[in-house]
């Protein structure tokens, strides 16, 4: 084998469909393998209309036919728009487009037959912070799948600390002396070790997708209070039933439960809590506009809490808490000897399609309607690709590991989209 190939003439690299198939369970809600001319036509077609035409000196985005040839993977939005795209171009001894201008450390690599790939044609357009996350948690989920040794990413000088702190990857050179723009701008290529354990790449992954942003809760406010669906009400009417006492709410929202809550004469006081200051002002309106005086609503982070509850619940928060193990365990130690923590959170069957139908059914027309359905779809793909879509069973082990006993358990709500315990200190 040559240690450089000097010249580059596309071959046509054989997806076995089986890889095919493994690669598309990788994928997280909105994100997709292209398959087909089509699909690859509509990405190029995202592309130009980005890259406009006082920006057409971009060479990285020029048509240059390898997409056949790789894998490109995509990302849409709830509208089904093109909003990300990058594409993994694999070596197998052919090359790359710009093979003359690879150092001679790619030729070496070859040499000690390291597989390689190149990783290019990274465009993001919406979510930017978490669209980079994935696509590299993708690519990186890829190679090893496909058995690659370094992925090459080609880029300008100016750029490489931040990759280096985002990704723990190997720098090869720092700067190879050559340009493919009008600025000449010098570039250097980065060899990312994908077969390496590379605790920084996931500390950064983890970190980054962790969170949900007060502004993604702030956004949801009004629509949050104002749309409902029956499977909605189905959830509050039954938990509002079961509490008694000293109520607490773990990520209250806009605090809709107190309509019910205030119907259950067992009910001596509720106190609704959550992380988003936008949500508890619309929370404090409902709960005037109800006179239900024994409510309380408080801005607060949950492992700041103090006192002993009879009845603590949570609906569709605790996915996204950012240190779930402990927080149980401090609910634990809110709950009152004989009382009950009722837990309702979407799992692994959870389906935004099915309800998306419902929701259109049901919502058509309605004034927020476009900003609900939006804003639950961009959640729903952020947790699905995090992986905070668990199932009842890993659910079930990880409340006990908490120290909880499970009275009840079972899928039925959310179409089968949501797992509900009820759970206490004690049998």
């Known amino acids: 084998m040559q ?56 060479k990285a985005f020029h048509d240059d036919g390898l997409d056949p040839y790789a894998y490109v993977i995509y990302g849409t939005n709830h509208e089904g728009k093109i909003t990300s795209t990058s594409r993994l171009l694999l070596d197998y001894g052919q090359g790359f487009p710009e093979e003359a201008s690879l150092p001679p450390s790619v030729g070496q690599l070859r040499l000690d037959k390291k597989i ?52 723990a990857v190997e720098i090869l050179s720092m700067d190879m002396g050559q340009s493919w723009d009008e600025e000449q701008a010098p570039l250097c290529l980065v060899a990312w070790d994908v077969t390496a354990a590379q605790p920084k790449f996931h500390q950064w992954i ?24 029956s499977v909605q009400k189905q959830v509050y009417e039954t938990i509002a039933q079961r509490m008694i006492g000293q109520v607490l709410d773990l990520g209250c929202g806009t605090g809709r439960i107190m309509a019910y809550l205030q119907d259950n004469p067992e009910v001596q006081s509720y106190t609704g809590v959550d992380a988003s200051p936008t949500m508890i002002e619309q929370a404090t309106w409902l709960k005037q506009q109800l006179g239900f005086d024994q409510a309380k609503l408080v801005h607060a982070d ?26 149980l365990e401090h609910i634990y130690s809110l709950l009152s000897t ?26 058509l027309g309605h004034p927020h309607y476009q900003t609900f359905m939006a804003i639950n779809y961009a959640i729903a793909a952020q947790a699905k690709a995090q992986g905070r879509y668990i199932s009842l069973d890993s659910l079930i082990e990880q409340v006990k590991r908490a120290g ?20 206490s200190q004690s049998s």
């Open 3 to 58: 240690a450089t190939i000097n010249t580059y003439e596309p071959t046509s690299i054989k997806k076995p469909s089986l890889v095919i198939k493994q690669i598309e369970k990788l994928l997280p809600q909105g994100f997709h393998l292209a398959t087909t001319d089509e699909e690859l036509k509509q990405i190029r077609d995202f592309k130009k209309s980005y890259y406009t035409a006082d920006r057409s000196s971009v």
């Open 116 to 167: 390689l790939a190149e990783l290019g044609r990274l465009l993001i357009t919406e979510d930017k912070v978490n669209g980079l996350c994935t696509h590299y948690m993708l690519i990186h989920s890829m190679a090893r799948l496909l058995k690659i040794d370094r992925v090459l990413i080609v880029m300008k000088q100016r750029n490489i600390s931040s990759h280096t702190k985002m990704m």
């Open 338 to 363: 004989d009382g009950r923590f009722i837990l309702l959170t979407p799992n692994a069957n959870f389906n935004e399609a099915r309800l998306a139908y419902l929701a259109r059914q049901e919502l």
């Open 302 to 327: 949950i492992a700041d809490l103090q006192g002993k509850y009879d009845s603590i619940f949570s609906i569709h928060s605790f996915y996204s808490w950012p240190d779930q193990d402990k927080l």
């Open 404 to 423: 909880f006993c499970v009275h009840h358990a079972h899928d039925h709500f959310f179409l089968g989209g949501a797992s509900y315990l009820e759970l």
């Open 206 to 229: 983890n970190h980054k997708q962790a969170k949900f942003s007060p502004k993604q809760w702030n956004d949801y406010s009004s629509s949050h209070l104002s749309v409902f669906l």
